[in-house]
């Protein structure tokens, strides 16, 4: 396994996407090595997944250039994951990494990775 990501976990909510996903896989990433970084596609909703269910770390869309968690599935990570009494903690910790590394936005296409895990 890569040290820094162990595991990537696709959230989809449709099979489809599973089959299309893993069919992409095979075309358009030729040397992938599920050894070294393990992709496991689960079909569930964002909210339907088990509590005990844990993550380091929440990819945004990269059409997501200021990492406002806003819109609509912006606003499920924010229920799911936020304290229940600050809905905005990850919105926050978002914007400040990407302040940190973009002085405030990402440039289009990217991709900023941000810890999840709230102090």
Request: proline share 7%; with cysteine; hydrophobic share 40%.
């Amino acid at each position: 396994m890569t040290a820094n990501i162990p595991e990537i976990l696709l959230l989809c909510m449709d099979i489809d996407f599973i089959t299309v996903f893993k069919d992409a896989l095979k075309t358009a990433w030729l040397d992938h090595n599920p050894g070294k970084l393990k992709i496991t596609p689960i079909n569930q909703r964002l909210n339907s997944l088990p509590e005990d269910r844990t993550f380091d770390l929440i990819v945004v869309s990269p059409a997501n250039s200021y990492a406002r968690l806003n819109g609509t599935f912006g606003h499920a990570i924010s229920m799911t994951f936020s304290p229940r009494q600050d809905y905005h903690a990850l919105t926050r910790a978002a914007e400040t990494v990407l302040y940190e590394k973009w002085r405030g936005s990402a440039p289009p296409g990217s991709c900023t990775f941000v810890c999840s895990r709230l102090t």
